[in-house]
């Protein structure tokens, strides 16, 4: 059986963009001209996962109206004859198939994913941080689907970080199984650098199977008194059954307003309308 579900946890508060996230979801916040979550449910989509389940908490119903109709919205654009603007709307509700579930108090990504285990049913999913934002050819989810053995086994995507830094990712290490392949046999959520066991951190990209839930459930408070999915899924580590694959692509972490404006500036150099304009305005600047 095949993933045809993701999972996208998005009920975090956006501390390091306040004040602005006291009002938007750090989700909704634009990347040129579309919200970073669309780029990560268009990946998604891409990649054949068009069922989108998302994790939410009190204060994101933006998210969730973003990808409803607007039946006003839509008959006040067809009458003053914008049909590309309406276009436009109209394929924000198209996009996927989305349905959301609450997560009522923060208790961790564990705790966020397991908040689906209803939606996503008895069968392997994905799920995918939308902070990590992944330009590729080849989806990046799509990357870990093309090497996933069985559906009771789970694939990670990794990426090598500075060792200096390894405190501030999940990190993995085990043998090589091939080009940018290992099998993980250690999974440690932000060691100090003296301390880990590589340097290769995971990204915001997995594929498990349905029963990290009952995992999920069973698994105490980790790192920060948080239900920690590293800690769900070393136990199938344990086992022998996780992959990491080092995806290709340009990578950025939306999660911070540095890392947010990095993906910006790729993405507005790449627009067909606003790529030109973008690359003069660089110029001007430096």
């Not at 990347?31 to 989509?45: G, K, M, N, S, T």
């Not at 961790?108 to 050819?137: E, M, R």
């Amino acid at each position: 059986m095949r993933a045809t579900k993701a999972v996208l946890p998005v009920a975090g508060m956006g501390t390091r963009f306040l004040p602005v996230t006291k009002a938007v979801p750090k989700e909704m916040l634009p990347l040129v001209d579309r919200p970073c979550l669309a780029y990560v449910i268009a990946e998604a989509v891409e990649a054949g996962l068009g069922d989108i389940v998302l994790v939410t908490s009190r204060g994101k119903s933006a998210i969730e109206d973003y990808f409803d109709r607007s039946p006003a919205l839509e008959a006040s654009l067809a009458a003053s004859g914008k049909e590309a603007l309406l276009q436009e709307v109209l394929s924000a509700a198209r996009l996927a198939r989305v349905v959301s579930v609450r997560q009522q108090e923060p208790r961790g990504l564990g705790h966020a994913v397991l908040q689906a285990a209803a939606a996503v049913g008895n069968q392997p999913f994905a799920v995918i941080l939308p902070d990590d934002i992944v330009d590729s050819p080849i989806p990046a989810i799509g990357q870990l689907l093309a090497v996933q053995e069985s559906p009771d086994q789970a694939v990670v995507a990794l990426r090598a970080v500075p060792r200096e830094k390894t405190n501030r990712y999940g990190i993995c290490a085990g043998p090589s199984l091939g080009p940018d392949r290992i099998r993980i046999e250690v999974m440690v959520e932000k060691p100090a650098p003296e301390t880990a066991p590589s340097n290769l951190s995971v990204v915001g990209r997995y594929l498990l199977p349905a029963e990290i839930f009952e995992i999920l459930a069973h698994t105490p408070p980790g790192r920060g008194g948080e239900i920690q999915l590293t800690d769900a899924i070393a136990v199938l580590a344990g086992q022998g059954r996780v992959q990491g694959v080092m995806f290709s692509g340009a990578h950025f972490d939306t999660g911070s307003p540095v890392g947010l404006l990095a993906a910006s500036l790729h993405y507005a150099l790449k627009h067909p309308t606003y790529g030109a304009e973008t690359a003069e305005l660089l110029r001007r600047l430096t």
